[in-house]
């Protein structure tokens, strides 16, 4: 095992889930108002007939209008071409445990079928499938699912990835169920936070896996994230990111919970501007990814008045 795989293995191992006081639980992230999907990159996605939907129109126009730059990787998604080496070291350390593979192995996912929920143009599907994995991704818009599908059949490893252009609820409503559900970067697009977690665990077979990354509520995120990342560097267009949709670690985890999935690690992603690399951290106080593990009951679990009562 090497430093890297060490830490992450050390790293932020959640035991019980953290429940945060009472008065997080009304927040706007936590809206249920259903959000009007008219736009026809999205009209498709929207039929879902048991959940609410997790399309924000706002959201998904701004991706439609740089879908074409996917690929660029000094564009507009030139942080999460950066990030994906540090992303996918956290997800090959997890799954592997998680499903005992082995970690050195060239493709370890090799027998998994994992689906990758608002997958874009296909930068995290791509070198799960070449790590040996039967991928899905499913993107609500539909020039971003067409871009993945050009970009993917360049290379006959990962033309075997299947896209959609769908949401998470439609492929519940489908009955579809996956070993392991990874949502990168998306949340904080969503109209339902808390609803989108409950797909994400619909999606995932009891005891399978279910990562997610996203970007802290914190000072720090609005300052770094939004303020230099936005306005002063100009690596996002102006306006990408809205503080108030973003989740703190412990928000996150107890939607999770909520949802029957229990977070059992967390890792931050830390930017060295020296390097131009990202780096796996302990400091989860702008980005950070988790790692949690479904669990076997039925149905959503609520939150008990003694947990809200002793947390808060
Ligand atoms: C910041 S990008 C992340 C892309 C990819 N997960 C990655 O990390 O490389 C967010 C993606 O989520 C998609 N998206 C936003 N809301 C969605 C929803 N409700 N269902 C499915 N995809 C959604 C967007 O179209 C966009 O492609």
């Given at each position: 095992m090497n430093r890297l795989q060490r830490f992450i293995f050390s790293?932020?191992?959640?035991?019980?889930?953290?429940?945060?006081?009472?008065?997080?639980?009304?927040?706007?992230?936590?809206?249920?108002?259903?959000t009007d999907a008219s736009s026809s990159a999205s009209s498709s996605a929207s039929k879902s007939t048991s959940?609410?939907?997790s399309l924000k129109e706002d959201e998904l126009a701004k991706f439609a209008a740089i879908a074409d730059s996917w690929w660029h990787s000094e564009g507009p998604f030139k942080p999460l071409h950066l990030m994906n080496p540090t992303?996918?070291?956290?997800?090959?350390?997890?799954?592997?445990r998680h499903f005992s593979k082995d970690?050195?192995?060239?493709?370890?996912?090799?027998?998994?079928?994992?689906?990758d929920v608002g997958c874009g143009g296909g930068l995290l599907s791509e070198p799960l499938a070449r790590m040996g994995a039967t991928v899905t991704g499913i993107d609500a818009v539909d020039k971003?699912?067409?871009?993945?599908?050009?970009?993917?059949?360049?290379?006959?490893?990962?033309?075997?990835?299947?896209?959609?252009?769908?949401?998470?609820?439609?492929?519940?409503?489908?009955?579809?169920?996956?070993?392991?559900v990874l949502a990168l970067e998306v949340i904080e697009h969503v109209a339902n936070p808390a609803?989108?977690?409950?797909?994400?665990?619909?999606?995932?077979?009891?005891?399978?896996?279910?990562?997610?990354?996203?970007?802290?509520?914190?000072?720090?995120?609005?300052?770094?994230?939004?303020?230099?990342?936005?306005?002063?560097?100009?690596?996002?267009?102006?306006?990408?990111h809205q503080w108030s949709s973003f989740l703190t670690p412990e928000e996150l985890t107890m939607i999770l919970h909520r949802a029957s999935i229990d977070v059992k690690e967390m890792?931050?992603?830390?930017?060295?501007?020296?390097?131009?690399?990202?780096l796996l951290s302990e400091d989860i106080?702008?980005?950070?990814?988790?790692?949690?593990?479904?669990?076997?009951?039925?149905?959503?679990?609520?939150?008990?008045?003694?947990e809200l009562h002793n947390s808060s």
């Open positions: 790293a932020r191992r959640l035991s019980p889930p953290i429940i945060p006081p009472t008065c997080f639980l009304h927040r706007q992230p936590f809206s249920t108002s259903v959940t609410l939907s992303r996918l070291a956290f997800i090959r350390s997890t799954l592997c970690p050195s192995s060239a493709r370890p996912f090799e027998g998994l079928r994992l689906i971003n699912v067409k871009i993945a599908r050009l970009h993917a059949d360049i290379d006959p490893v990962t033309s075997s990835i299947e896209y959609h252009c769908t949401t998470a609820e439609k492929l519940v409503d489908e009955g579809k169920t996956f070993d392991a609803e989108f977690c409950k797909s994400l665990s619909a999606l995932t077979i009891p005891n399978g896996a279910t990562i997610v990354s996203t970007i802290n509520r914190s000072m720090r995120s609005y300052a770094s994230a939004i303020v230099a990342a936005e306005y002063i560097l100009h690596w996002l267009p102006k306006g990408t890792a931050g992603f830390v930017y060295n501007p020296l390097t131009g690399r990202w106080s702008v980005n950070f990814i988790a790692y949690g593990t479904k669990r076997n009951d039925l149905g959503n679990e609520d939150i008990s008045a003694s």
